[in-house]
């Protein structure tokens, strides 16, 4: 029983170190149109602290590699970070059932030429730099400001 029981905690440890400090949060699609920019990532971190701490981190890269978010003339921006999940999806793949009003809400790409251009609304984080000139993360209806 005492094996069992140190393999165990052995697991959940290794477990632990690989939720909090191994996963590589990846960027798989960036957009912006006229109304709005998505961030798609694979692999994001799971704490509200993880989740600030990489974007405060690679806000620099994005905007070096996608030239993104765009900044009106008073400083502002608005960027939502969705869960990539399942991967793109077509159109027609909206989960609806003629018995329930159950359905998956997709947000499709425009600029995406393949007939997958579309993914699941499944919004992990808001960041938003208003006229305070702080920033504002909404996260699982948490409000943070930094």
């Known amino acids: 029983m005492n094996k069992r029981c140190t393999i165990f905690i052995i697991l959940m440890i290794i477990a632990l170190i690989y939720l909090f400090f191994l996963r590589k949060p990846r960027v798989i699609y960036a957009n912006e149109d006229e109304y709005s920019t998505v961030i798609v990532v ?3 971190p799971i704490t509200q602290w993880g989740k600030i701490f ?4 690679n806000k620099d890269y994005i ?3 996608y030239n993104l978010p765009s ?3 008073k400083g502002n921006y608005s960027v939502a970070i969705l869960n990539e999940s399942d991967g793109f ?3 027609t793949e909206a ?3 003629w018995f329930s009003f159950e359905h998956t809400d997709l947000l499709c790409f425009e600029k995406i030429k393949s007939e997958n251009r579309c ?3 499944n919004v992990l ?3 938003q730099n208003g006229r305070d000139n702080k920033t504002h993360y909404y996260i699982d209806g948490d409000s943070i400001t930094k």
């Open 119 to 121: 993914i699941e609304k």
């Open 71 to 73: 900044v009106d003339n």
């Open 89 to 91: 999806k077509k159109n």
């Open 63 to 65: 905007k070096d590699k």
């Open 42 to 44: 694979r692999d994001f």
């Open 54 to 57: 990489w974007w405060e981190n």
């Open 95 to 97: 989960n609806y059932y």
């Open 125 to 127: 984080m808001i960041i």
